[in-house]
Nanobody, 124 residues
Framework: QVQLVESGGGLVQAGGSLRLSCAAL????????MGWFRQAPGKEREFVAT????????DYADSVKGRFTISRDNAKNTVYLQMNSLRPEDTAVYYC?????????????????WGQGTQVTVSS
């Protein structure tokens, strides 16, 4: 069982930066693939980024490549999403998720545990 708690969301102007954090409560955090997803009003939840259990492999949605960076600190049971050069179209609720797998997954269906989400709003 893993409980996920996101933080770091807020309101930022276009071109600005935010860093999201996701703290995991559970003894086996280091064995989970972790991901970030987002859902904008009226749209389906979409993949943003994922990181392998070891931190040595990552994958990103094309829309955020070069602007967002996912990282993890297994000693702190925390995964991060550094978001730079933010755009109004990045406005969404951002969710942290954990998959009990040593793989690397962009499909939401592979993730068993989800956080409550944190709102990110980018003004133009």
């Amino acid at each position: 069982q893993v409980q996920l708690v996101e933080s770091g969301g807020g309101l930022v102007q276009a071109g600005g930066s935010l860093r999201l954090s996701c703290a995991a409560l559970g003894r086996t955090f280091s064995s989970y693939c972790m991901g970030w997803f987002r859902q904008a009003p009226g749209k389906e939840r979409e993949f943003v980024a994922t990181i392998r259990w070891s931190g040595d492999s990552t994958d990103y949605a094309d829309s955020v490549k070069g602007r967002f960076t996912i990282s993890r600190d297994n000693a702190k049971n925390t995964v991060y999403l550094q978001m730079n050069s933010l755009r109004p179209e990045d406005t969404a609720v951002y969710y942290c998720a954990a998959a009990s797998s040593y793989g690397l997954w962009s499909r939401a269906s592979m993730y068993k545990y989800w956080g409550q989400g944190t709102q990110v709003t980018v003004s133009s």
